[in-house]
């Protein structure tokens, strides 16, 4: 018997472990049919039905002799120990014994329907409604109830409720029909009489002088709520004039400020009579209107978030036509030109990634129906064309496309007409080449304006801006010269441009940093405003205006340092004055004999340079400039100034290097010393060539001079460069890897870099100079063949060159986007937590967007009942064959405003098999849309309704290029 007792778990009776609950694991003995005792058989199932039957009966006797607290104690127990099926099964006897007669509909109804099911009830019932509990006073307070019947009513809350208040409908509507003015029938009779017996009133007389102290008081209350307006409304940029910073005993080239005006006047009042009554009611009305519009509109917010509505300022009344400058997002260190735009210029900053209709929508928004003088466009481009935005590339050949001519005559028509002083100013050296002027021509016949553009003369970063400026007549094809930067000073003032023109490249590098700071702060704020206050600031830091200086200037004191570097001089100011002395000699012997040799037989342009006046003939019978020896000259100096920085890198760095080499003190390898600079050594021998055969050309200018067969033996000798490219990445790599493993080497770099014999340039940016100038020699090239008569000897090899040029900068661009695709692959591939490998074939990113996840209860709904949660935040990015999800993390770092953002992966689909789908904007959710893959699908939101678009556009692009590749 022990043995029994053994073999079952705590000594429990085998019958009690015979449900459906509880399965032996091994099978009965078949040598007993009873166990433990005689009155407990297995197998007999009569006799095991009787015993239960008994000891049930005995558990009910006792169970109807037990107390309630007792009853209630033996029900909990046993239903501890009840399964999950029997608990379901004691379920179905409750609800059959003790039916559901009485349920609270706003429990089991969605919270929408509960609303619409309250919105019936009058005002006195949602009182009475609100007591009933806690739950039924959040649902019949709720502003959308109450929002209606005060606006029915005329009673409009004198603010806007905050996402978090509660009530305040509800409470404006008790506030209001508290203090009715209610009149009993006998107290209306005598006030306003009856229907038989009209009210005495007032006299005529009486009523007019009512009328008019109406009418004063409500231009008072006008006057008095657009000053409150204009005090809590923080003013727009560019909207107020303050007092320019003096520096330097000049005020004419510093910041700009602008004035704010009020927007209302009260020219178009008149008390004189009815009319003014009329007037004034009619703007009363108009104005109570827009109110009640704007409050109606709050009323929903329970279901939707709304940003609080922004009050408008109203235009600064001008009595001439102001400028309109457009400004993309995608001109390196915009902001800074941004900074500095003149008062009564209309700035448009706008999204590379947008479209034609939507800049035009920007534009008119702006000028809100005004005209505008002159049109300024600030964008991307180069000689040929201009890249207007990022789908929209304006050159000869797509002017003329639908899109873009529709877009021109809107745009123009805004614009004065040329008898006025109307026409546009293009920032891009559009008249340095034949298809830029052929450009500014049809352009110009398009819109009946005369197009200004650079000529392209001054070499470097956006110094051709600051050269002379041409234009097309609308009439035929001369090109006319004006001022350099005339037009361009009308927009921004000049310190800024000169200071943005030098350094634009140097302060984008800045500005790429900055840009992502104040991200956080500044994301709801307008792409203008984040521009206007990063230009403010690096301006602010860096001051320009006190380092701006004059190229012939600030080239002097670089050679008259160097040269005093050289020597030891115990007198160094003496030393600069007689050395800057004999440079200002030099320099007007060369201009001199530079003038002589450019200057025609009769006068010529020069009338406003400083150091040609005492030579101008008397009465000159035509002005005409040999531009081909303007623009032969700056190419060589600017050809000087290249050999100068690559002679400095092979000063300043080869030369120690192998020195220290040869001495057994090597501070580099061999190898890694001909990585970096030998090709560099190659160029310099190549150009410094090129240079000694454009001076001998010089020497001997005239008009039949020819430059083309110098270019043409340069390009016969570019594989050079070529080398060069191809070895440039690898130059860099070595640069760095040697910069880590070797201090020495990172000691001789501090020591080295960014001083007076580098032009205060690195080895890196030293070694960027060769791109630089094949950009350039396309420049120069371009108006070398613009300038040069058909039938002049020389066109033909440059047009020979020139072609050779182009190939060769294509081959650079080339380059350029495959290093810039490697490198954004190899950081999206870093940020993506769990991401597998996404270099693969032919893949690289194409735009990344951060969205909002959302999650609808209910699929069931109507779409436009439906509402959303937002559930994560999501980034998109989107290949040219797939679209990758992440899970974006934002951890905000303690005691400061700065945040991080990390992406973990989330799931990944082939375009091919992606769908995608807009959701209409409803009160419940806006700039959404749904991402539909082969398992499931994706409801995603942006903040803005432009990202959405932008983003999708481009989605649908992708998916219909991956599309046709795959078939």
Known sequence: MGTNLNSTPHSVK?????????????????????RFSTWTPLNNKQSNLQLFEERMNLVLHWFDLWTDKQRKHLLHSLLTRCTESQLKYCRDLLIVAVPVTQVDFTVVLPRFLSLYVMSFLSPRDLCSAAQVSWHWRVLAEQDCIWADRCIRRGWFLPYTPG???????KNHYVSCVS???????????????TLNHQSTGMTEEEEEKRKERRIRQMIRDKLQEEKRLSMRTRRAWGSCIKQERVRGGSSQTGRPRSVTTGSFSLGSLSLDGWSAAQSLEGVRASSSFSERMNKASGALSCFTHRPAPQHAVSPIRRTTPALLLLISNRVPAYELVLGGVKAGVIVVVYDHRGTLPALLTQVESAISGQGALRLGLLAPGGTEEIHLLHSSILSNRTLLTPDHREFWEKLCGWVAPTEDDGGIDIFSPLAASASGVALIQTLSTLTGLEVWAPMGLVTGSFQNILSEWSHSSVCGSRLSNQPPAGPAFQYVCESVLRGWCREAKWMEEALGELRGCPGPQLQQASLQARGRALGNFLWEKICLEELSLSKD???????????????????PLEFLSVFLTRWSEEKEGEENIGEDKLLTKGADDFSLAPHSSKRLLPEPPQMVLDWRGVVARELHHSECLYLGRLGAVLKVYQEPLTAALNSNRAILSYADTQIILSPVAQILELNRVFQIDLWARLQQWGAEQC??????????SLRVYTNYFNNYTTALCTIDKCRETKPAFRAFLKRADRTLATHMLSLQELLLCPVWRIEEYVTLLQALSLHTDPGHPDHTHLSSALTTMLRYREFILKLKRNSERDRLMEETQQMIQGCPNLSEGNRQLVITQDVALLGSPDEQIPDSLRTYEHVSDVGLFLFNDALVLTRRNVHHTPFTLAHRSTHTFLASVALTSLAVREITHTRYVCHAFVLEGP????????????????????????ITSALTGHQ
């Open 14 to 34: 085998q019958w009690q472990l015979s449900g459906t609950d509880y399965g032996p694991q091994q099978g009965h003995s078949l040598r007993s049919e009873t």
């Open 163 to 169: 996402e978090n208040e509660f009530g305040a409908w």
């Open 707 to 716: 430059v083309g067969e110098v270019f043409v033996k340069l390009c016969s």
């Open 179 to 193: 203090t009715l003015d209610w009149l009993t029938p006998r107290e209306a009779a005598e006030q306003y009489g």
């Open 553 to 571: 200037l600030s080239e002097a004191l670089t050679e008259g340092l160097t040269a005093l570097t050289r020597q030891e001089e115990t007198r």
């Open 935 to 958: 398992c499931r699908s994706w409801v995603c939101a942006t903040e803005r309704g432009e990202e959405r678009d932008y983003f999708l556009s481009v989605l649908r692009s992708a």
